[in-house]
T-cell receptor
Framework: GAVVSQHPSRVICKSGTSVKIECRSL??????MFWYRQFPKQSLMLMAT?????????EQGVEKDKFLINHASLTLSTLTVTSAHPEDSSFYIC??????????????FGPGTRLLVL | GQQLNQSPQSMFIQEGEDVSMNCTSS?????WLWYKQEPGEGPVLLIA?????ELTSNGRLTAQFGITRKDSFLNISASIPSDVGIYFC?????????FGQGTELSVKP
């Protein structure tokens, strides 16, 4: 159980275009999902918390107008990188804690999406 | 942002050896989690610790939640080549996970 999927697994786009990444919880519902960014040889850095039915909460330094988050249902959150530039190239990973039960902060991660902006 | 202090940064060991890595923080955490990440993949949960002093095993992996709630260690016994990867600790605080810098493990057959 506790499987999280992401689509696409990798995407290459031209500078200035927008890219949408989907995150789905396959066998559980998640009122909250998290979006992380990871640069090579570095740790995961939280970008934002996606909340079903309300606005996302962004970490300090993350531009909310550039990284649009929509939590459309209890199993789907999307991250749209708008007007992408080469410096946005990174590994984007989502995670979700199971809604039910005292999960104690446990999060299950998707397989990640590799974004390359040319 | 805040990070946990994870050490060592990297380890090169021989197959069959035991491995130990740890994380420390100046803050108290309610939950400690240990993940393994392989190249091009998302982190996979290895062990979750919910109580101070808790010692939990998962096969050859053993992890403990420090009594002070500010530290945790992960041990891997009798390492095998497929143990290769980056191991991350994470502490749960304020509804979010805070990650260590990772320990890159290399195992020589």
């Amino acid at each position: 159980g506790a499987v999280v999927s992401q689509h696409p697994s990798r995407v290459i786009c031209k500078s200035g275009t927008s890219v949408k990444i989907e995150c789905r919880s396959l066998d559980f519902q998640a009122t909250t999902m998290f979006w992380y960014r990871q640069f090579p040889k570095q740790s995961l850095m939280l970008m934002a918390t996606s909340n079903e039915g309300s606005k996302a909460t962004y970490e300090q330094g993350v531009e909310k107008d550039k990284f649009l988050i929509n939590h459309a249902s209890l199993t789907l959150s999307t991250l749209t990188v708008t007007s992408a530039h080469p410096e946005d190239s990174s590994f984007y990973i989502c995670s979700a804690p199971p809604t039910s039960g005292a999960f104690g902060g446990t999060q299950y991660f998707g397989p990640g999406t590799r974004l390359l902006v040319l | 942002g805040q990070q946990l202090n994870q050490s060592p940064q990297s380890m090169f060991i021989q197959e069959g050896e035991d491995v130990s890595m740890n994380c420390t923080s100046s803050s108290i955490f309610n939950t400690w989690l240990w993940y393994k990440q392989e190249p091009g993949e998302g982190p996979v949960l290895l062990i979750a610790l919910y109580k101070a002093g808790e010692l939990t095993s998962n096969g050859r992996l053993t992890a403990q939640f420090g009594i002070t709630r500010k530290d945790s260690f992960l041990n891997i016994s009798a390492s095998i080549p497929s143990d290769v990867g980056i191991y991350f600790c994470a502490g749960h605080q304020g509804g979010k996970l805070i990650f260590g810098q990772g320990t890159e493990l290399s195992v020589k057959p």
